[in-house]
Every structure is written in structure tokens, then in C-alpha cells.
């Protein structure tokens, strides 16, 4: 009987790796470091961020002036070799700027994460990310002692919440003093909140008008 003998083919104990194989193993132990060990993270540094899409870790960068949120900041996600990622386009799909909650934040985006990313498995960012799009909007509602009230008018889109804050303060101004007259049995007030899509068609463009006069044709 014929016997034959295989031999593995392996680094020897003792022998340095070669440099493309110490290369992945430094990649590797950076890593593990950073998952370990990240950078914290915190409002308004105006850095990069690392937060978790699926089971993999992505890059955001997040919305100057929008990064201060204790809860929620607004991000953008993008390719995590950002600027030098034109090659790689085709794979990654942008989502526009989104509500990240800032629990989900892992810390300071590092290089070493790079590995977990979507595109690093040469996969598209899904088409749930788990995030809603950032927008914002101003509500004016008048509202009854009970609770009870309506909507009487809808401000937005805002691609940034100190905009609309801005405009939550002018209306707010131009009620001050009647409020509770404005409409008899009402309180009125405005107020900024998250941008209903599913609701966009009952919002007005704050944008290029006149939002104190919108408020009077509100309420007339």
C-alpha cells in the first residue's frame, strides 16, 4: 500500500511573519483594541462617530450644529475610507442626514473599524439602517385645560433643529400676551418637533415666507 504524506505549510515558531501577514495580524489586534477599548464620544466634539448598523459597525459624521443632542444628534453615513472612497461608491448608498440616539454611539470613529463596515464585505447599507431621517418641524396647536385641542399649523421641513427652534421662538413672541385669547377656550402654542413624513402634505415651506403672517391665516 502506497502511503502519502502531506505536509501543512506554515510559518515556523520562531520565524518572523512575512510582511503582509504581520500587516492583518496588526490590523487585527487594532481591532479588537478598538471594540475593546473605544474613544468616548462626546456632544459636540464635531468628530466622526462609530455606531452599529446590523451586525456591522459603520462611520457617520455628524451635522454641524446638530451634534449637541444629550439624546438624539443627526448624522450622515459614509463610507469609512472618507474622502478617499470614489472606487468604492457603487457599494455604498447615502441616506441623507438621520436621527442617530446617541446610546448607539460606540465612541470616536478609529481606522480599525473599517473591517466591520458593510462595505468592507463589498455589501450595500441596507435599506433599514434603524434610523429615521432627520428633519424637524414647528407645531402650533391649540389645545383645551382637558388635553383636547387640534393642529392649527405645521411648519417644515428644517434640516436643522436651531432653525426651527428660531422660528418656535418668533411665533412664540408674536403670541406672547394672547395666547389664551387667540382663540377663546384655547391655549396656543408653538412648539418644535420631529418632521412627520407619513404627514408632509399638511406641512408649509417655512422657507422664503412670512411665518408670522402664516400665523395669523392659521388662526384666523
Same mark, same amino acid.
Request: glycine letters at 6%; one cysteine or more; proline letters at 6%.
Given at each position: 500500500?502506497?502511503?502519502?504524506?502531506?505536509?501543512?505549510?506554515?510559518?515556523?515558531?520562531?520565524?518572523?511573519?512575512?510582511?503582509?501577514? &504581520?500587516? $492583518?495580524?496588526? #490590523?487585527?489586534?487594532?481591532?479588537?483594541?478598538? %471594540?475593546?477599548? /473605544?474613544?468616548?464620544?462626546?456632544?459636540?466634539?464635531?468628530?466622526?462617530?462609530?455606531?452599529?448598523?446590523?451586525?456591522?459597525?459603520e462611520r457617520a459624521h455628524p451635522r454641524p450644529g446638530d451634534d449637541h443632542g444629550p439624546d438624539v444628534i443627526a448624522v450622515a453615513l459614509v463610507h469609512p475610507d472618507t474622502p478617499h472612497a470614489a472606487a468604492y461608491a457603487q457599494r455604498y448608498t447615502r441616506k441623507g442626514w438621520l436621527r442617530?440616539?446617541?446610546?448607539?454611539?460606540?465612541?470616536?470613529? &478609529?481606522? $480599525?473599524?473599517? #473591517?466591520?463596515?458593510?462595505?468592507?464585505?463589498? %455589501?450595500?447599507? /441596507?435599506?433599514?439602517?434603524?434610523?429615521?431621517?432627520?428633519?424637524?418641524?414647528?407645531?402650533?396647536?391649540?389645545?383645551?385645560?382637558?388635553?383636547?385641542?387640534?393642529?392649527?399649523?405645521?411648519?417644515?421641513?428644517?434640516?436643522?433643529?436651531?432653525?426651527?427652534?428660531?422660528?418656535?421662538?418668533?411665533?412664540?413672541?408674536?403670541?406672547?400676551?394672547?395666547?389664551?385669547?387667540?382663540?377663546?377656550?384655547?391655549?396656543?402654542?408653538?412648539?418644535?418637533?420631529?418632521?412627520?413624513?407619513?404627514?408632509?402634505?399638511?406641512?408649509?415651506?417655512?422657507?422664503?415666507?412670512?411665518?408670522?403672517?402664516?400665523?395669523?391665516?392659521?388662526?384666523?
Open positions: 500500500m502506497t502511503r502519502r504524506l502531506f505536509r501543512r505549510c506554515a510559518t515556523a515558531s520562531g520565524t518572523a511573519l512575512a510582511p503582509e501577514d &504581520q500587516a $492583518a495580524v496588526d #490590523a487585527f489586534r487594532a481591532m479588537l483594541a478598538a %471594540l475593546r477599548t /473605544p474613544e468616548p464620544w462626546t456632544p459636540g466634539c464635531a468628530q466622526d462617530v462609530a455606531v452599529r448598523v446590523g451586525a456591522h459597525i442617530c440616539e446617541t446610546v448607539t454611539i460606540l465612541g470616536l470613529w &478609529q481606522p $480599525a473599524y473599517s #473591517a466591520l463596515s458593510h462595505a468592507a464585505s463589498g %455589501l450595500n447599507l /441596507p435599506d433599514d439602517v434603524g434610523m429615521s431621517p432627520a428633519h424637524y418641524g414647528v407645531d402650533v396647536e391649540a389645545r383645551q385645560s382637558d388635553g383636547s385641542g387640534f393642529t392649527a399649523l405645521c411648519l417644515g421641513p428644517y434640516t436643522q433643529i436651531r432653525h426651527a427652534s428660531r422660528d418656535a421662538d418668533r411665533l412664540t413672541t408674536a403670541l406672547q400676551g394672547q395666547a389664551d385669547t387667540v382663540i377663546p377656550g384655547f391655549t396656543v402654542t408653538a412648539t418644535t418637533a420631529a418632521f412627520d413624513f407619513d404627514d408632509r402634505e399638511n406641512y408649509t415651506d417655512p422657507y422664503d415666507v412670512d411665518i408670522t403672517a402664516l400665523l395669523a391665516d392659521a388662526l384666523a
